[in-house]
C-alpha cells in the first residue's frame, strides 16, 4: 500500500506526507556529521568525514567544507555528488550577486535562493530531490555572523548553534547545554571538538577524520580558514586532559 | 538640454536640475520635477528625452522597492548604483534608455555622489554635472566645492551655477529643483527662480 506513494516524489500519501522527500532527510541523518556554532567574534563549522579505506588519497580539496565567496562558507552532510552541484549553482549565486550590485550578497538571500531551487525537485515531477543538508556560515554588513542550516525539502532555519548528519539528536541537546550567549571564537572551537568527539564516538580527532572551519572578520574584512592538523590535535589533547580531570575529580570524590 | 548637477557636503548631497519641461522649441513648464526620491535615502536626478527618463527613473525606483519587500533589506546607495548601471548597460545593446543620471544617496557609508551617462559609465564623485550645464558650471564647481561643505555654502555654490547658466547659456535656464539628501532623508527646497 504505502509503496504507491513512495516512487513518485512529488505526490502526497493519504496522511499527507511526501515519502521521498522524507527519505531524503532520513539519508541525511547517516550522513557524517556537521557541527556549527557561533560566537561574538566568529562562526566555526565543525564535520566529520566518514571513515574510508586508507588507500583513498583525498588530494588538497577537503570534502566536508567548501567555500562559497569570501563571505560566506559551507559544511554538507549528504550525497556529495549532489553537494557539489549545489554547491558550484551557489558560487555562481553569488558572484552573479556581487556583479550587479557590486558588493557581497547576504548570506541570507543566499541561503534562500539555493533552497528555493531544493524546493522545486520537491513540487515538479519525476527527479529526485536533492540527498544534501548544508551548514551556512557568513558574515554580512546587516546581520553580522550568520548560521543556517537547510535540509532537501527546501526549509531553511538561522541558529546560534546546532548540528546535522549522523547523531544530531544528542548533537543539540549538548549545544543547548553549553552554548553562551557571549562565547569567544576558540572556546566555540572547542565547544564544537567536544561535541564533535562525542557524537562520533571517537577516541581522538585528526584532520582526517574531521574538519573544522572558522569564518571572522578582521579589520572589516571577512576571512576564513581550515584549522591545521596541529590544531586540531592540540584541541584533541585539550579534551583528553580535561575529560581525566574529571575522571580523577569524580574518583577522589 | 536638461541640466543637472550635483555635489556632495559634509554629511549631505546637494542635487540640482532645471525646471523645465520641453516639447520641440517650445517651453511648456518651469516647475518639472527630475529628482525622483527612490527611497528614503536615496535621490536620482536623471536628464534626457522625458519618456525615457520618466519610465527609467520608475523602473530603477519600482525594482529597488521589490527587492525591499523580497529581502526585508535596503540596498546601500553602492549596490543601487551599481544595479542602475547595470540596468544602462543591459538595455544599451537592446532599446537603449537616454538617460543621464546622478544618483545620491546616504548610508552607513556616509554621503556619495554617482555619475552616469547613458552609455552606462560610471564613476563615484564629490561633485558632478550631466548636459550643456556641465561645460558652464564644472569649472564653478571646482574651484568652489570643499570636502566638508555645509549646506548653506553648497546652496551658495548652487546658486553661483544656476546665475552661470542664465547669464551664459543660450539656451537660458532660469528656474530650478533642489533637492537634498542626508542621515534623516530627502528634502526638497523651494524652488529656484532667478
Keep these: 500500500m504505502a509503496r504507491r506513494y513512495d516512487q513518485r516524489t512529488t505526490t502526497f500519501s493519504p496522511e499527507g506526507r511526501l515519502h521521498q522527500v522524507e527519505y531524503a532527510i532520513e539519508a541525511i541523518s547517516h550522513a557524517g556529521s556537521v557541527i556549527g556554532i557561533q560566537a561574538k567574534d566568529g562562526v566555526v563549522l565543525a564535520g566529520e568525514k566518514k571513515e574510508t579505506t586508507k588507500l583513498v588519497d583525498p588530494g588538497k580539496r577537503g570534502e566536508k567544507v567548501y567555500k562559497i565567496d569570501d563571505h560566506v562558507i559551507v559544511a554538507v552532510a549528504g550525497l556529495t555528488s549532489d553537494a557539489n552541484a549545489l554547491v558550484n549553482r551557489a558560487r555562481i549565486n553569488a558572484q552573479h550577486y556581487f556583479s550587479r550590485y557590486g558588493e557581497n550578497e547576504p548570506v541570507e538571500q543566499l541561503v534562500v535562493s ?140 | 538640454m536638461d541640466s543637472a548637477l550635483g555635489l556632495r557636503g559634509k554629511d549631505f548631497v546637494l542635487l540640482a536640475t532645471d525646471g523645465h519641461a520641453e516639447f520641440s522649441v517650445l517651453r511648456l513648464k518651469d516647475d518639472e520635477d527630475k529628482i525622483i526620491t527612490i527611497d528614503k535615502n536615496k535621490l536620482m536626478a536623471a536628464g534626457g528625452p522625458s519618456a525615457d527618463r520618466t519610465m527609467f527613473c520608475e523602473y530603477i525606483q519600482k525594482n529597488i522597492h521589490l527587492y525591499r519587500l523580497r529581502n526585508g533589506v535596503t540596498l546601500s546607495v553602492r549596490a543601487a548604483a551599481n544595479f542602475t548601471r547595470g540596468e544602462l548597460a543591459y538595455y544599451l545593446r537592446r532599446n537603449p534608455y537616454q538617460v543621464n543620471v546622478l544618483l545620491a544617496g546616504h548610508d552607513e557609508e556616509g554621503p556619495s555622489l554617482y555619475w552616469m551617462d547613458y552609455i552606462a559609465s560610471m564613476a563615484k564623485v564629490s561633485r558632478g554635472a550631466h548636459g550643456y550645464a556641465a561645460y558652464f558650471v564644472m569649472s564653478i564647481l571646482d574651484r568652489h566645492w570643499k570636502p566638508d561643505m555645509t549646506e548653506e555654502e553648497a546652496i551658495e555654490v548652487a546658486k553661483l551655477c544656476f546665475d552661470e547658466l542664465k547669464r551664459r547659456f543660450l539656451i537660458s535656464q532660469s528656474s530650478f529643483v533642489v533637492k537634498i539628501v542626508d542621515k534623516d532623508g530627502v528634502r526638497t527646497l523651494p524652488r529656484f527662480a532667478i
Design chain 1, 114 to 253: 539555493l533552497c528555493d531551487y531544493k524546493q522545486q525537485y520537491t513540487q515538479f515531477g519525476g527527479l529526485r530531490p536533492f540527498g544534501v543538508s548544508f551548514m551556512f556560515a557568513g558574515w554580512d554588513r546587516h546581520f553580522g555572523f550568520q548560521l543556517y542550516q537547510s535540509d532537501p525539502a527546501g526549509n531553511y532555519t538561522g541558529w546560534k548553534a546546532t548540528a546535522i548528519g549522523n547523531n544530531y539528536s544528542s548533537a543539540v541537546p549538548m549545544l543547548k547545554q553549553d552554548w553562551k550567549e557571549d562565547m569567544a571564537l576558540d572556546e566555540a572551537v572547542h565547544l564544537a571538538a567536544k561535541v564533535l568527539l562525542k557524537t562520533t564516538e571517537s577516541s581522538s580527532l585528526t584532520s582526517d577524520k574531521c574538519e573544522f572551519a572558522v569564518l571572522t572578520v578582521k579589520d572589516g574584512k571577512v576571512s576564513h580558514r581550515m584549522l591545521t592538523n596541529d590544531e586540531i590535535l592540540a584541541e584533541s589533547k585539550k579534551l583528553e586532559q580535561e575529560q581525566q580531570q574529571t575522571t580523577t575529580t569524580t574518583t577522589t570524590s
